[in-house]
């Protein structure tokens, strides 16, 4: 008997694949790998966030000042106002009418206040990402501002991670990006200040380098420029990294230089900008000095602030007796960070930037209460408490981590907004 030919309908449809279907499959492989990677450091940042977080708002209802104070220093309707005061006012402000800079003169001023403070003074990619963020998704600029802090910080507990990660493991990771939620000064991080997006772009700009993602690095220190003048210690240290790199290889220099050109580009373009538009060069330098008291004095101003908060004296720029006294306490123990930072030998761009962010803000007068704020970029600080801690059992971590997340709720917000200046 002969066999009978299959006809066409007879034979299983070949589906070829589209090109479109493997596209998402392949997307959909990397989100899964990004989520099974950044998600326990994410998560743990974000729920010990969100426990500070919500001791900082319980503490200001129970108080009530934030009634009494005017809406721009620290006072509002509600407490939800306080997280748009100090700083965030001057955000909005310009997040809804531009800049305008100007060096105008204040009659009879006190030294260190002859010049009219200005919007000027603050750099433009926080708020341009505000009101990107507003017209875009419709919420006001408060909402946006918020929006852009909370994810900024996300990415920047997946930054930490990602450096300590190289350094010390997945679970030194973890708990480093933790430790960061609960930080003093970590009460600005979510809030209308633009803290959290700088430490996502310096974290993932270390990292760059560590992998040796040059143009990667340098790309993103430019962005870091347009946030905060404090990117000057991060810019020195991928520059330095990349002169040790072309040290050390001799060939393929095209990369580490371009980082170093990049680098700092947007902090002087933004500097140079303002200095065009009030007609003086060292507009910015002027403004910051002259409107703010704010400049690098060589560490007088916190020599004088400590001295005062050891002797109980108060005649000293901006003294806050709690903010000054937590202040002091986390001065007196950088020596001892620096020293198990430094014991474990981390990649150049990290202790470069580390010490540099030090010098800056300890180098600097400004309001000495703000040393916990100031120093919230120097995250890797914090890896060799990581690494100490790691041995710990996860029990205990929660245990260490959970109160110290219902304590920051205190000295790390409602401190810093509320009994001094943020």
Same mark, same amino acid.
């Given at each position: 008997?002969?066999?009978? *030919?299959? #006809?066409?309908?007879? #034979? *299983?449809?070949?589906?070829?694949?589209?090109?479109?279907?493997?596209?998402?499959?392949?997307?959909?492989?990397?989100?899964?790998?990004?989520?099974?990677?950044?998600?326990? !450091?994410?998560?743990? =940042?974000?729920?010990?966030?969100?426990?500070g977080f919500t001791v900082f708002m319980k503490l200001l209802s129970f108080s009530g000042d934030y009634v009494?104070?005017?809406?721009?220093?620290? $006072?509002?309707?509600?407490?939800?106002?306080?997280?748009?005061?100090?700083?965030?006012w001057w955000y909005q402000q310009i997040a809804q009418f531009g800049y305008h800079p100007a060096l105008v003169p204040v009659p009879g001023g006190l030294p260190g206040f002859t010049v009219e403070q200005n919007s000027a003074a603050f750099f433009p990619l926080y708020p341009g990402l505000m009101r990107l963020v507003s017209d875009g998704t419709g919420l006001g600029l408060y909402g946006a501002g918020m929006l852009v802090s909370v994810v900024a910080s996300l990415f920047a507990a997946a930054g930490i991670y990602?450096?300590?990660?190289?350094?010390?493991?997945?679970?030194?990771?973890?708990?480093?990006?933790?430790?960061?939620?609960? !930080?003093?000064?970590?009460? %600005?991080?979510? %809030?209308?200040?633009?803290?959290?997006?700088?430490?996502?772009?310096a974290a993932w700009a270390c990292y760059c380098v560590m992998t040796r993602q040059w143009i990667a690095a340098g790309v993103i220190t430019l962005v870091a420029g347009l946030n905060? *003048?404090?990117?000057?210690?991060?810019?020195?240290? #991928?520059?330095? !990294? !990349?002169?040790?790199? /072309? +040290?050390?290889?001799?060939?393929? &220099?095209?990369?580490?230089?371009?980082?170093?050109?990049?680098?700092?580009?947007?902090?002087? $373009? =933004?500097?140079g900008w303002v200095g065009w538009r009030t007609g003086e060069w060292g507009g910015y330098f002027k403004l910051q000095h002259d409107a703010w008291l704010h400049y690098f004095d060589f560490g007088h101003g916190t020599f004088e602030a400590i001295r005062g908060v050891l002797l109980g004296r108060s005649d000293y720029p901006f003294a806050w007796p709690v903010t000054d006294l937590l202040a002091t306490l986390i001065v007196l123990t950088l020596p001892v960070l620096i020293v198990l930072l430094?014991?474990?030998?981390? *990649?150049?761009? /990290?202790? %470069? +930037?580390?010490? %540099?962010?030090? &010098?800056?803000?300890?180098?600097?007068?400004?309001?000495f209460g703000n040393t916990s704020r100031y120093l919230l970029p120097a995250f890797p600080l914090l890896i060799a408490l990581a690494v100490a801690m790691r041995r710990l059992s996860w029990p205990v971590l929660a245990t260490v981590l959970g109160t110290g997340a219902i304590a920051s709720g205190w000295y790390a917000g409602y401190v810093i907004f509320e009994l001094g200046i943020p």
């Open positions: 008997m002969s066999a009978i *030919p299959a #006809v066409a309908s007879d #034979v *299983p449809e070949q589906r070829s694949e589209e090109p479109g279907d493997a596209a998402r499959a392949d997307w959909r492989e990397r989100g899964r790998a990004l989520v099974l990677r950044f998600g326990p !450091a994410v998560w743990c =940042y974000a729920v010990l966030k969100l426990i009494k104070k005017h809406p721009r220093f620290g $006072g509002g309707a509600n407490p939800w106002d306080v997280l748009a005061s100090w700083d965030g990602a450096v300590v990660d190289q350094l010390a493991g997945p679970r030194a990771g973890v708990i480093a990006a933790g430790l960061w939620a609960i !930080a003093p000064g970590s009460g %600005a991080e979510w %809030a209308l200040y633009s803290d959290s997006l700088f430490v996502a772009l905060r *003048p404090t990117s000057a210690a991060l810019i020195g240290a #991928v520059g330095l !990294a !990349a002169l040790v790199e /072309l +040290y050390r290889r001799g060939s393929g &220099v095209a990369r580490p230089v371009a980082a170093m050109l990049l680098a700092p580009l947007g902090l002087l $373009g =933004y500097v430094v014991r474990l030998r981390p *990649p150049l761009v /990290l202790t %470069a +930037y580390t010490l %540099a962010t030090i &010098v800056s803000v300890l180098g600097s007068l400004g309001i």
